[in-house]
């Protein structure tokens, strides 16, 4: 499986960005997907998810209102609307599969991708 993460770019506080996981390789399985961040000096954190077929969302509290999840792995493609960006939304965000596990645990997911650097000015 391999994925693929863009969209990522330089916003001003309070504007938007989408990005977008492209998943290919073994498409025929089941993969919840998920999207994590990691600023600079912090660990990676989990940030929002969804069930392989798109049905069943996930948030951190830290996002809960300003990002959707949409798309699903059935899709080959999952997606992240971010909102009212904050600085402190500044990272680099990755997206990930599995094909089950926790979603806020890191060490459940076992394919990533490169990541995209969102950075919000204040």
């Known amino acids: 499986v391999q994925l693929q993460a863009s969209g990522g770019g330089l916003v001003q506080a309070g504007g938007s960005l989408r990005l977008t996981c492209a998943l290919s390789?073994?498409?025929?399985?089941?993969?919840?997907m998920a999207w994590f961040r990691q600023a600079p000096g912090k660990e990676r954190e989990f940030v929002a998810g969804i069930s392989w077929s798109g049905d069943t969302s996930y948030y951190a509290d830290s996002v809960k209102g300003r990002f959707a999840v949409s798309g699903a792995s059935a899709k080959n493609r999952m997606y992240l609307q971010m909102n009212s960006l904050k600085p402190e939304d500044t990272a680099v965000y990755y997206c990930?599969?599995?094909?089950?596990?926790?979603?806020?645990?890191?060490?459940?997911?076992?394919?990533w991708g490169q990541g995209t650097q969102v950075t919000v000015s204040s």
């Open positions: 990930a599969a599995q094909r089950s596990g926790s979603y806020e645990n890191t060490a459940s997911w076992g394919y």
């Open positions: 390789g073994r498409t025929g399985s089941r993969y919840s």
